[in-house]
């Protein structure tokens, strides 16, 4: 939609449908046209490129939203040269976006776009993709829940294979996919190899897109996460799936929960858990998967090299089952397993000893389940006393900082760990004994969303502190980080001054 006072300066056999020049740069620079013979390969290219760098960010799109009739985004403005742009639920529309488009063109900070809710639709995405064709900066790109449907699908795949942006993350979750766009997804990710990171949950996809998406999974060599949650896989998009995931080799991060694979979904992932060594991490929670599921799955525990992380939440699981789970770790002196989720499953003393045997042999090892049956309350409080106040209390008696402390756990004495590693080395150090649940309840508080633990950022809630003749001093590098961090002065023991 055009404004009333807006100049009819653009030639007639233009279709802003079509092409769409920059026009928000012309009103800027004057009524200067383009030579005839000059093409363009993009309808947000900027006309006048010298003027590119004497137009002001700000004046691009304040004039961008002149043009199209829309009404400025402040938090946009105000942003422009963040390398974060978080504009989910904003109400943009088609036109809202093509205005943030062109000012994108020439953007050179923002690295991180969020777009969700927007109603976008097909006219949005498409000013989306023409931008990414000249803004090279860009590398993640949210636009989730907005509808795109099949020819947004088709828009996006036929940018995709073109494999000429610098985008890496890709969150196209809710937006109403079906099978058909799921057969231009495998056209677009056989042939693209730069997007690291593809979000497709929260879709339409069925069997049949299971079958496409499978197809994909074999042929693309680019993607490391993929998130298919909350879709409609049953047994033939499961086993069509797991057999793509055969041939894939670089994919680590898999999220398939929220599905219907059921037992026979189980089985075919028992056998790529026999043969792949690439994922570490799969999250079928919620798949209708039993005990005999389990068993399949187990007997791929059993050799796989690589799975780091198993989300099993919500199946109908039983504390046999999850027997078997634990023992095929014992059983594979190269798994690498760290954590098994069956968070819903109630346990025995009985399990739990057999638990502590196999963490002997795989420290790394966590187990997460719903409780343990006849566990008297004051057992399960002995189990959680603080781990903090722990190592406080060692730290305090040999005259050390909570960092030393850490840092001796490393045995090249750097300041990041694995969660792994640090599960391991914590359940293996002696100087302060720790059970499997406080040392869980210690990660918590210091791991990063990376899956690392690094100590020099988290600083223990800036609660380290140097032991003085006649008193104790807290760090001044960190003390003000408690307000922000995960631990409260109660960790410590200390109050905030």
Known sequence: ??????????????????????????????????????????????????????TGQRELYLEACKLVGVVPVSYFIRNMEESYMNLNHHGLGPSGTKAIAIALVSNTSIVTLELADNCIMEEGTLSLVQMLQENYYLQDLNISNN?????????????????????????????????????????????????????????????????????????????????????????????????????????????????????????????????????????????????????????????????KVLKLFLNPVSMDGATLLILSIKRNPKSKMEEIDISNVLVSEQFVKILDGVCAIHPQLDVTYKAVQGFSAKKELLLWTNPMKLIQSYADQHQITVIDFFKSLNPNGRMMMSVGD???AMIQQDKVPMNPYQVRELIKKLAEKTGMVNFSCWCLGGALRIMKPGGIKNCGLCYGSIKTAKFSPDDFNVSLA
Request: overall charge negative.
């Open 1 to 54: 939609m055009h404004t009333a006072d807006e100049p009819e300066t653009e030639p007639a056999a233009q279709n802003s449908d079509e092409t769409f020049y920059c026009e928000a740069e012309a009103s800027v620079a004057g009524e200067k046209e383009k030579p005839g013979g000059e093409s363009s390969e993009t309808d947000l290219e900027i006309e006048d490129t010298e003027k590119l760098f004497t």
């Open 147 to 307: 509808d795109l449907g099949l020819k947004g699908a088709s828009t996006i795949s036929e940018f995709l294979q073109r494999n000429t942006s610098s985008l890496l993350n890709l969150q196209l979750s809710g937006n109403n996919f079906k099978d058909e766009a799921a057969e231009l997804f495998c056209q677009a990710f056989s042939a693209n190899y730069r997007i690291k990171t593809l979000d497709l949950s929260h879709n339409e996809f069925s069997d049949k897109g299971g079958e496409h998406l499978g197809q994909m999974l074999a042929l693309n060599i680019g993607l490391q996460s993929l998130d298919l949650s909350w879709n409609h896989f049953h047994t033939r998009g499961a086993v069509a799936l797991c057999n793509g995931l055969r041939a894939n080799v670089t994919l680590q991060k898999l999220d398939l929960s929220m599905n219907g694979f059921g037992n026979e979904g189980a089985t075919a992932l028992g056998e790529v858990l026999r043969l792949n060594n690439s994922l570490v991490y799969i999250d079928i929670s919620s798949n209708d998967i039993s005990n005999e599921g389990v068993i399949k799955i187990s007997k791929g525990l059993e050799f796989n090299e690589s799975l």
């Open 422 to 424: 640090f599960r391991k």
